[in-house]
C-alpha cells in the first residue's frame, strides 16, 4: 500500500512566499530525480484540460507562472501550494511509467477541483515516489483548497487504481466520485 504524505499541512506559513514555490518547484523538477530516458517523468497540470507537457529542464518556471499568476489573483494566502508525496515500497511498484501514468491521475484528481498541480517521478532512491504541489486557489473561482476526506480518497482510488492497473484495466483512478462509492 502506498505511502502518502501531506508535508507541512498543518503549517499555514510553510509555503506562504513566492520563492518557497520555486524552491518546491526546483525540487519536484530537478532532473537527476525524474530523468527517465527518452522520458522527463515530470508534468504540469494547468487550468486547462490537457496535460502540458514540460520535459525540458526549466519546467518548474512554467508551473511556477501559473502558480505566481494565482499569488497576483488572490493575494491574501498565507499557504501558496500543498505538497504531497506518494511513496511506494519495492514490490509495490518499480516501474516509472506506471508512477508517471499514476502521477497524472492524481493530479488530474486535483484538477477536476479546480486546482493546478506540478509533479515529478522521483526515481533517485531505493523507493520510486511521486512528489506533487498542488495550487491553494481555485482557478475557477479563487475559493481556498478543501478537500473533504482527501486522505482517505487518495488511499482508496490509488489501491483500486493499482489493483486494476495490474490486472490490465486502465480505468480512470477516480471512476467513482465519492468516499461512499469507496466504500461499496
Not at 64 to 84: G, I, M, W
Amino acid at each position: 500500500m502506498p505511502v502518502i504524505k501531506f508535508l507541512h499541512y498543518d503549517d499555514p506559513y510553510a509555503y506562504g512566499r513566492p520563492q518557497d514555490i520555486k524552491r518546491v518547484l526546483c525540487y519536484i523538477a530537478k532532473l537527476e530525480a525524474t530523468e527517465y530516458p527518452p522520458h522527463s517523468c515530470q508534468h504540469l497540470v494547468g487550468a486547462m484540460p490537457d496535460i502540458i507537457l514540460s520535459n525540458q529542464p526549466g519546467a518548474w518556471k512554467r508551473a511556477a507562472s501559473l502558480f505566481y499568476h494565482q499569488l497576483e489573483l488572490y493575494p491574501n494566502r498565507r499557504q501558496l501550494l500543498q505538497h504531497r508525496v506518494i511513496s511506494f515500497g519495492e514490490e509495490e511498484l518499480s516501474n516509472p511509467v506506471m508512477a508517471f501514468e499514476l502521477a497524472k491521475e492524481v493530479a488530474s484528481f486535483y484538477f477536476e477541483r479546480g486546482y493546478i498541480s506540478f509533479f515529478g517521478v522521483h526515481l533517485d532512491t531505493d523507493n520510486l515516489h511521486i512528489h506533487i504541489a498542488v495550487s491553494t486557489a481555485d482557478w475557477r473561482n479563487g475559493n481556498h483548497f478543501f478537500i473533504w476526506d482527501e486522505d482517505r480518497l487518495l488511499q482508496r482510488g490509488i489501491s483500486m487504481w493499482y489493483q486494476n492497473y495490474m490486472q490490465g484495466k486502465k480505468l480512470p483512478l477516480f471512476y467513482v466520485t465519492s468516499i461512499e462509492q469507496l466504500d461499496e
